[in-house]
């Protein structure tokens, strides 16, 4: 998707997706018009056929005047209510972008329309302003959400929180910056496994860790694997952990060599879950080390074909200066368990 030559909010990024019925998906994006300090963008939602490859329902915009809404992240409840999770910006004086307060909006008929935006408000003493992902498991859904100095609570940290009433309700579990060890996070992921979670951060330190923490997110162990893995040089930016066949996977835009002296690639990384060392790094888009100026915060879905499985992945990407286009790729899937 693209609306480049329109001249206005042609500027497309962040898409995430989620499931929405049989070889169909729901995918936002922010469409606006810069990668910060876009006050007026909002969040487009399409309805978008996996085999066709074509959208199936008018887009809908949700926006907030004199914000930008950025960084959406869809919410499936155990109940099947869905929910998109808005990380909505302002300008201050200065010039900075800063959160206003996690917001959502609702939909009950499965994305076919969608409720009013409304503020999430403050959680045990604390307001959020980015969630980045979600899991149930039975009856309880898992969040992992950040909060920011300025707003109500004043730290900065990824919080663990839980809610058993389909996102009435919600409860902070851990301060996952605290139990890393005192270290500045920002984008963060969590997939189940054994009895508890593996999580991935991004630092501010410009190092990537995996951890492995019990149903409580107390840590059991973790690996920097920025240190450990001579093709990262950095963190990997807007990371997610997803399985296929057994095996764990991370995803994210990475750079390879140090000071970003070659431009950033969409990896795949297949690591091992009990060292939680990468086995393998995979080289999704980018091999020619072109000029990409922008992109690659990607969102994987296995679709089954019948005869096969591909890896989809959907993401954006801006190349020689131009604003970024919404893309798909498509991968066979089974060429990344070897």
Request: hydrophobic share 35%.
């Amino acid at each position: 998707m693209s609306y480049r030559g329109t001249g206005t909010q042609d500027y497309l990024a962040f898409p995430a997706i989620t499931p929405s019925g049989d070889n169909e998906i729901l995918l936002s994006h922010k469409r606006g018009k810069a990668h910060v300090n876009d006050l007026g963008a909002a969040l487009e939602i399409v309805r978008f056929d996996l085999e066709s490859g074509r959208p199936i329902q008018e887009p809908i915009q949700l926006a907030i005047p004199g914000e930008a809404m950025q960084m959406g992240e869809w919410v499936r409840f155990p109940d099947g209510t869905l929910s998109t999770y808005i990380d909505a910006l302002t300008v201050d004086e200065e010039g900075k972008h800063i959160r206003t307060g996690l917001v959502r909006s609702l939909s009950r008929d499965n994305g076919k329309s969608f409720g009013p935006l409304e503020r999430v408000g403050i959680i045990d003493g604390v307001e959020y302003g980015y969630l980045f992902e979600a899991v149930s498991i039975g009856q309880r859904l898992y969040a992992l959400i950040m909060t920011f100095e300025y707003l109500a609570g004043g730290r900065r940290s990824v919080d663990a929180l839980y809610t058993d009433d389909n996102g009435e309700t919600w409860h902070f579990i851990r301060n996952l910056s605290d139990e890393f060890g005192d270290v500045r996070i920002n984008e963060s992921s969590l997939i189940p496994y054994k009895n508890g979670f593996i999580v991935a951060t991004r630092g501010y330190d410009n190092m990537q860790r995996l951890h492995q923490v019990d149903m409580d997110f107390n840590l059991i162990t973790e690996t920097n694997i920025t240190e450990e893995t001579p093709s990262i040089s950095s963190y990997i930016g807007r990371p997610r952990l997803f399985s296929h066949d057994g095996k764990l996977f991370l995803i994210g835009r990475n750079w390879r060599a140090p000071d970003r002296k070659i431009p950033m690639e969409l990896a795949l990384l297949r690591f091992d879950p009990v060292s939680l060392e990468v086995e393998k790094h995979f080289v999704l888009d980018n091999t020619e080390q072109g000029k990409v100026n922008d992109g690659y915060y990607p969102c994987p879905i296995l679709v089954d074909t019948g005869d096969r499985k591909l890896l989809n992945v959907f993401d954006y990407r801006a190349l020689f200066g131009n604003s970024p286009d919404i893309v798909r790729f498509q991968f066979r899937a089974e060429e990344f368990l070897d």
